[in-house]
């Protein structure tokens, strides 16, 4: 994609790529990948998949160029944060260290162009399945990948009928995870621990469900996925902060697709 097509913002977070599984849509994050560059990258937790690695690899050719493109956009004089989440958690053996550049940090204070400060934080650490029964964790992960084999394969179903594309794993996420209430109690602690160290909102991951949107004056913003929604959050350099929908709502095309920008709506995911 020829420059002139560049969209450059302050501020990029992205989060829950899983590269190393078949889930990851690798394809599109290249392609939001060449039409945003930043000051500044956050890579907020779960990048790569060390628990799908550890129990087979998967690594196609599409996965090395996403990571080699942030690579590039290091050298080209970008900063890149990484903090890792559960699924990545080999990585925290070596917080405080750089690698190449690439800073590695548990969590990080970022100080948006309009002096707001966001905790951005991967968000495992308040997901108490994760925290205190690894082995469940575990267990629902295999479930989620099931899923996500079934989603892909209905979804090649419904291009073939001209059917849009329907997240099987994210609309059985959203319903269990309702069922014990548990996206609002994750907002709820997030914003909580922002509130206590004195900041204005927080960046997370994790939960694979993008929001943008202010409780009780702190504002919460979630990055999504790029297994489901592929999302992600930019910053402008005014500050304003802004959920990108990579994936156009119309079509599900299997190669490029166009970028779809979320303005932010107060109260609303």
Excluded at 73 to 84: D, F, H, S
Excluded at 174 to 190: P, Q, S, T
Aim: hydrophobic share 40%; glycine share 8%.
């Amino acid at each position: 994609m020829h420059d002139q097509h560049v969209t450059r913002v302050r501020t990029m977070f992205l989060s829950d790529i899983h590269l190393g599984t078949r889930g990851c849509k690798a394809e599109q994050l290249l392609g939001f990948l060449r039409r945003y560059d930043a000051d500044t990258i956050y890579l907020v937790g779960d990048i790569v998949d060390g628990w799908r690695l550890k129990s087979g690899w998967y690594w196609p050719q599409a996965h090395n160029d996403v990571v080699q493109k942030l690579l590039r956009k290091v050298r080209k004089g970008a900063r890149l944060i990484y903090i890792p989440g559960n699924h990545d958690e080999f990585l925290k053996d070596y917080i405080g260290g750089t690698f190449g550049d690439i800073e590695l940090v548990d969590e990080a204070v970022h100080e948006a162009a309009d002096g707001r400060r966001y905790l951005v934080i991967h968000g495992d650490q308040f997901d108490l399945v994760v925290r205190h029964a690894r082995w469940l964790a575990l267990l629902g992960d295999g479930a989620y990948q099931a899923a996500l084999f079934v989603n892909t394969h209905l979804n090649i179903l419904r291009r073939r009928l001209g059917l849009t594309y329907w997240s099987l794993s994210a609309w059985a996420k959203l319903k269990v995870k309702n069922a014990v209430n548990f996206i609002g109690r994750f907002e709820e602690f997030l914003s909580s621990e922002a509130q206590r160290q004195g900041l204005d909102g927080v960046i997370c991951g994790h939960i694979h469900h993008a929001a943008l949107r202010d409780t009780h004056g702190i504002r919460y913003v979630n990055t999504g996925d790029w297994v489901e929604s592929c999302t992600a959050v930019v910053e402008h350099y005014d500050g304003n902060l802004e959920i990108v929908r990579w994936l156009e709502q119309a079509s599900y095309p299997e190669t490029e697709v166009s970028a779809v920008v979320e303005t932010p709506v107060r109260n609303a995911a």
